[in-house]
């Protein structure tokens, strides 16, 4: 069955550091993936999707993914996260039309 | 940049009871979708709409809830008798084609609670 793994359910990280969100997925055909972020109060923002072609692909507010086929990943990336990044982050697989599967989340806390 | 409106944002109802759900999707766009978040859980889909005829739906989206595009601006979802594990927040979202290649814009939600 399709499922999405989130194995982080917070990450604390300094205002300036890098981040990295891992997403797994579990999907049969070759997946189309995507990162949402949800603010608080906010609804679900696409930052970035991959459906085939360059495995790393660039989204919104300077966030990177990278999908690994060998590892059933697509990691969200960030070279250097600023306090406005605190949110809720998702992962999804597309399995038909928009019928996303979801990961549980990652809650993105930013340090001073 | 046109959004999509939710309302209301926050629906306190008693178990039982009838609730309807108010989306204003972008108006050029013709797939709607219905999804949820049950509190510590997973975003679930729920349904998607187009050309006013249910596109497909998930095992959640049993007799107890439809959808309907009343005129040409709103898309709501009606639970017929709510139950307490209702209680969740529900995203409307559209997109201008029912493919990948066109972003899914969300609401911000109606957060139900089922007393």
């Known amino acids: 069955a399709q499922s999405v793994t989130q194995p982080d359910i917070h990450i604390t990280v300094s205002e300036g550091a890098s981040l990295e969100l891992r997403c797994n997925y579990s999907y049969g055909a070759t997946p189309y993936l995507f990162w949402y972020v949800q603010s608080p109060g906010q609804g679900l923002q696409l930052l970035l999707k991959?459906?085939?072609?360059d495995t790393l692909v660039q989204g919104i507010k300077g966030f990177e993914a990278e999908f690994k086929r060998s590892q059933s990943s697509f990691n969200l990336r960030k070279p250097s996260v600023h306090w406005s990044d605190a949110a809720e982050y998702f992962c999804a697989v597309g399995v038909s039309n928009y019928q996303l599967i979801w990961g549980a989340g990652t809650k993105l806390i930013i340090k001073p | 940049e046109p959004e999509v409106t939710q309302t209301p944002s926050h629906q306190v109802t008693q178990m039982g009871q009838e609730v309807i759900l108010r989306c204003v999707p972008i108006s050029n766009h013709l797939y709607f979708y219905w999804y949820r978040q049950i509190l510590g859980q997973k975003v679930e889909f729920l349904v998607s709409?187009?050309?006013?005829?249910?596109?497909?739906k998930s095992e959640i989206f049993d007799d107890q809830f439809s959808v309907e595009r009343p005129d040409g601006s709103n898309f709501t979802l009606k639970i017929r008798s709510t139950k307490l594990e209702d209680s969740a927040m529900y995203f409307c979202?559209?997109?201008?084609?029912?493919?990948?290649?066109?972003?899914?814009?969300f609401g911000n939600g109606t957060r139900l609670t089922v007393t």
């Open positions: 991959y459906f085939s072609g």
């Open positions: 979202a559209s997109s201008v084609q029912g493919n990948y290649n066109s972003p899914l814009h």
């Open positions: 709409f187009y050309n006013n005829e249910i596109s497909e």
